[in-house]
């Protein structure tokens, strides 16, 4: 009898703690929140960083893009006037 009581106080003990110290976690739901209400300078940055790594070659590409309208129409001229 002392046996069982005995792991049945272990078990309950075990238990206990493991609810105690689960009820402190945070949910992601709340780790989301958490981290979007921070705002600190260094995720701000590091963001900025992102859109600048793309922005940038989307900028070149525009260019580039732009410089080979204006050949194709300067070619398309030529081509015009040589067959008039």
Known sequence: MKKS???FTV???VLTV???SGCS???PAEK????AASGSAATQAAGQAAVDAI???MDNAR???GTLEQSA???AAKIKEATQ
């Open 32 to 35: 989301a929140k958490a981290a």
């Open 11 to 13: 078990v309950v003990g």
């Open 55 to 57: 922005k940038t070659p």
């Open 25 to 27: 976690q945070e949910t």
């Open 73 to 75: 129409e300067q070619t």
């Open 63 to 65: 260019q580039v893009e």
């Open 5 to 7: 009581r005995y792991s």
């Open 18 to 20: 493991l609810g105690l």
